[in-house]
């Protein structure tokens, strides 16, 4: 399932690359795609519903945020997905999940399955 804003995404994204000016840094995190929670929050019906998600809220995968911004002009992008806490967890695996996370992030394997994007881009 593809959602679709009333906004625009690459719009606001030229927009916001017009407001920082030349040199100025974008950073920002949103949910990653390709982690299951994510996908099952953000790409299903019931899961919005389940999340209580507003209708705008959006997750992407990393190649998709990197090519929206590079379309609307934004250069020296990283896209880097990080952190396998999620939500609703219960707290008696926080310890042991952030014991390997470091070691799930740096992993080829595993890392793109974290639940967050962190992106950072200039202008």
Avoid at 38 to 62: K, Q, Y
Avoid at 87 to 108: C, D, F, M, N, Y
Wanted: charged share 20%; with cysteine.
């Amino acid at each position: 399932m593809v959602y679709r804003s009333r906004f625009l995404l690459p719009e606001v994204l030229v927009r916001l690359r017009t407001l920082v000016g030349p040199g100025g840094t974008l950073a920002f995190i949103e949910p990653n795609l390709l982690n299951p929670f994510c996908a099952f929050i953000f790409g299903t019906p019931p899961g919005r519903r389940w999340a209580r998600l507003d209708p705008d809220e959006m997750a992407f995968s990393a190649g998709h945020i990197r090519r929206l911004l590079a379309e609307a002009g934004w250069h020296d992008i990283s896209v880097s997905t990080r952190d396998f806490l999620i939500p609703g967890l219960p707290a008696s695996w926080s310890g042991p999940i952030k014991r390997v996370e470091p070691t799930l992030e740096a992993t080829r394997l595993t890392s793109w399955l974290a639940q967050s994007n962190f992106i950072v881009a200039r202008a």
